[in-house]
């Protein structure tokens, strides 16, 4: 074996609880250099034969959680005949505690995600908030629970990261005055959208205090009152185009806006 080793994952459902073990075990040994191949839902023999042979010919390691008791035997013969090193990561622990609990396993491949479907929520309301930040792009509208549209500096990123922890989907839009909102926000339900309000001076405040650390002096045109008074004007035209609730961020924290618009979007 190379020292980049490459391990092939199969498992009954979609390895990533082997992947983790292996990866935990490998780093043990070197600095993460290592490939992974996730061969997920496995169901038959054809499909260990074939990863088996690509094993064997790329020198590579296995590693297996499969809770059906013919496919995980299967596999274990199959690389002992082969000459194959497999590591089962599920069989051991089960027949363990078959003989504990004294009682036979659900061999239902699975399992553990619908126990932490409330934990797969959050982590995809997180990688949404992520990809739709900023309004980078639009198409996140139509799928977001909630539409977050407001200035720069209105705290719209951490609330949707707050919110997001909530199992909410959310999605964020700057208001710029040079740049046209997309189209999908007057296209959603405006019950969906809540707009970010800023009184002048907070924000300029603010935006004097992000210039500071960035290095920048605070005669910017972003901290600016006449450019701030622009953009705010712009901002009401926009939300009462859209005709949704507007929350008043200027002196709240961030939980406290998100429990706001928690109650207004029930």
């Known amino acids: ?64 959680t499969l809770v059906d008791p013919e496919l995980r035997a299967y596999l274990n013969e199959q690389a002992d005949d082969k000459n194959l090193e497999a590591i089962d990561i599920m069989g051991p622990m089960l027949n363990a505690m078959e003989r504990i609990f004294s009682r036979s396993p659900h061999m239902q491949p699975g399992l553990v995600h619908k126990l932490d479907e409330d934990y797969f929520r959050r982590v995809e309301a997180i990688e949404f908030a992520v990809k739709y930040d900023d309004g980078r792009d639009p198409r996140g509208i139509a799928r977001a629970d909630i539409i977050l549209i407001g200035v720069s500096r209105t705290s719209k990123t951490p609330l949707s990261q707050y919110l997001a922890h909530k199992r909410l989907k959310v999605a964020n839009v700057p208001i710029v005055p040079e740049v046209d909102p997309p189209e999908e926000l007057f296209e959603v339900d405006p019950a969906k959208c809540i707009g970010l309000r800023i009184n002048a001076e907070k924000l300029n405040d603010i935006r004097k205090e992000r210039l500071k650390a960035l290095g920048l002096g605070d005669q910017a045109t972003y901290a600016n009152m006449q450019r701030i008074h622009q953009e705010l004007d712009y901002f009401d035209q926009v939300v009462g185009k859209i005709g949704c609730k507007v929350v008043d961020v200027s002196h709240k924290a961030v939980e406290e806006t998100a429990n706001i618009i928690l109650r207004m979007t029930k």
Request: net charge negative; proline share 3%.
């Open 1 to 64: 074996m190379d020292s980049k080793p490459l391990v092939y994952v199969l498992s009954d459902s979609v390895g990533e609880t082997a992947e983790l073990v292996i990866k935990a075990g490998l780093s043990q040994f070197n600095n993460g250099e290592y490939r992974i191949q996730r061969v997920p839902y496995v169901e038959d023999k054809q499909t260990i034969d074939d990863t088996l042979q690509l094993a064997l010919e790329k020198e590579a390691l296995i590693g297996f």
